[in-house]
């Protein structure tokens, strides 16, 4: 049944579509004509160039409108490599965010909260949705960015302490077999395509940053702040060591992978530890109210039948009926003789 209130939310949520739709044409490059530039085939003034304008374009000419403090940006880029996030264009929809879209949640919380206390009428929703939705629009505006960044951040890291002990294992044998640093990181990245994508990135990308950087003790640093984890900040540490004094590789592979499998077994045997104790919720809160209902219920049910008397239960009264009568015997005649 549409009501007045059903077609404003049907107007707003046209009119944003609209917004939207119009902000995207009006934003996004002419595809044809990338294609042709592309090509080679574009001939005008602009030669080399679209003659629309990229979204990520768009976005970056928005950004440096607002602009960011140097501390803050380089802030920003650590967690975004802590991330896993690569774009460069990602630095600008988190200014953004934080210039643009963090304010109008703070009005949309301020908003429903003056919605609660001057108008008064919160229609057919309750209390509770506009309170929890105006501290969702809260929480999202102050801490939205940070709670995305350390979720994805701790899915990342967790990936890479679960393989990390393989990928040891392989560049130890790579370079036990006499290979170098570099080929023992383009095998590795090799072997591991399928089985571990996000390791064989970080690796793919710090042997090209071996290649082409200038110093090679700063693309090893970039490995261990992208990682962010004490096992590769201990590999980074091993493999500056080795590029700066020396020393032999072999060994100091051998003892990580060793310590690493180690550390594994002792955080497998702490997760089985800690079984009994998880298992005592389900426990508490599944079986033990079956028992509890299997020892109660009985005598429960045998004080509702008895209407709650807990007295003795007084003895049963006995109607005392008549006894039927039985017929008497006829008298008998006794003859005498002679008659």
């Not at 209390?127 to 939205?144: D, E, H, K, Q, T």
């Not at 890291?157 to 990928?167: D, K, M």
Request: positive net charge; proline residues 5%; charged residues 20%.
């Amino acid at each position: 049944m549409f009501t007045t209130e059903y077609m404003i939310y049907a107007i707003i949520c046209v009119g944003v579509f609209t917004i939207y739709m119009s902000l995207v044409n009006l934003l996004r490059s002419d595809k044809f004509s990338a294609r042709v530039n592309k090509a080679g085939l574009y001939v005008g003034e602009d030669a080399g160039h679209s003659p629309g304008v990229s979204f990520n374009d768009a976005i970056e000419k928005l950004a440096s409108w607002f602009g960011m403090s140097d501390e803050e940006r380089k802030k920003r880029n650590q967690q975004l490599m802590s991330a896993g996030i690569q774009s460069p264009a990602a630095i600008n929809y988190i200014i953004l965010y934080n210039r643009i879209i963090q304010p109008l949640l703070l009005a949309a919380a301020l908003g429903i909260w003056a919605r609660i206390f001057i108008v008064g009428n919160l229609g057919k929703f309750g209390l509770l949705s506009y309170i929890g939705l105006s501290v969702l629009c809260y929480i999202a505006a102050r801490s939205g960015v940070d709670i995305y960044m350390r979720r994805r951040k701790k899915q990342r890291q967790r990936i890479l302490l679960r393989y990390f002990p393989e990928v040891l294992d392989l560049l130890l044998v790579c370079i036990e077999s006499g290979l170098g640093l570099d080929a023992a990181l383009a095998r590795a990245s090799r072997e591991l395509d399928v089985v571990h994508p996000l390791i064989v990135t970080e690796l793919d990308r710090t042997r090209l940053e071996l290649t082409l950087l200038a110093d090679r003790v700063q693309a090893l640093q970039n490995l261990a702040d992208r990682a962010d984890i004490v096992p590769f900040r201990a590999l980074v540490a091993a493999l500056i060591q080795t590029e700066r004094f020396g020393t032999s590789l072999v060994d100091t592979l051998r003892v990580l992978a060793e310590d690493q499998r180690v550390t594994r077994l002792l955080e497998t045997e702490n997760k089985v530890a800690k079984i009994p104790a998880l298992v005592t919720i389900p426990l508490i809160l599944c079986i033990l109210p079956s028992f509890i209902i299997i020892l109660i219920g009985p005598p429960f049910v045998t004080v509702i039948d008895n209407g709650f008397n807990f007295g003795p239960k007084p003895a049963a009264v006995k109607s005392a009926k008549p006894s039927p009568k039985r017929p008497s015997a006829a008298p008998r005649t006794e003859s005498t003789p002679g008659k």
